[in-house]
C-alpha cells in the first residue's frame, strides 16, 4: 500500500467512527426531547398519542377535581382551545386556578393529557416564557396585574 492509500483509508475510516458518532447521540437525543405547545397547537397538530410533550397555558376558573387517590383533572386552556389534563401526585403550592401553568406528561388517545409533573408559576409577576408567548400569539395576555390585555395588531 502506497502512502497516498493508508492515508485515504485513515480518513475514510474516521469519517465513518464519526458519522456512527453522530448517529448515536442523534438518536440518543430524540428520546430526551420534549416539545412545548399550547392546547391549540396540540389539538390542531393532532399530535400522535403516546408522545411526550410539555403544555401550557392557564387553569381554567372551575375545572379542577380532586379524587381520593390524589387523582387531580383539571382544564388548561389558551384562551381559544381547552384540554383536560390528568395528574396522580401532588400540585406544587402555588397552583390554582386562572394561574399560568406547564404540564409535561404524554398525550392521551381520549382527548386527556397524562401529565407526570405540573410547574406552576412562582410568583405574581412571573409566567413561564412559552405559556406568554403563546397566549400572546392567540390575543390574550395577562399582564403583571393579572388583567387581560389584548395583543397588538399585526
Do not use: C
Not at 372551575?62 to 400540585?91: H, M, N, P, Q, W
Amino acid at each position: 500500500m502506497t502512502r497516498k492509500q493508508k492515508r485515504t483509508m485513515l480518513i475514510g475510516v474516521a469519517l465513518g467512527g464519526l458519522a456512527i458518532a453522530t448517529g448515536l447521540v442523534l438518536i440518543a437525543l430524540n428520546d430526551t426531547i420534549v416539545f412545548f405547545y399550547s392546547p391549540s397547537d396540540l389539538i390542531d397538530k393532532r399530535v400522535a398519542a403516546g408522545r411526550r410533550v410539555r403544555i401550557g397555558g392557564l387553569v381554567e376558573r372551575g375545572s379542577l377535581k380532586r379524587f381520593d387517590d390524589t387523582r387531580i383533572e383539571f382544564v388548561v386552556t389558551d384562551t381559544a382551545k381547552t384540554l383536560k389534563v390528568s395528574y396522580k401526585g401532588v400540585l406544587p403550592d402555588l397552583f390554582r386556578e386562572g394561574q399560568g401553568v406547564i404540564a409535561e406528561g404524554l398525550t392521551g388517545g381520549d382527548g386527556v393529557f397524562q401529565a407526570d409533573s405540573v410547574l406552576a408559576k412562582h410568583d405574581e409577576k412571573y409566567m413561564p416564557p412559552e405559556v406568554a408567548r403563546a397566549l400572546k400569539d392567540k390575543g390574550v395576555w395577562r399582564g403583571a396585574d393579572g388583567a387581560a390585555k389584548p395583543a397588538a395588531a399585526k
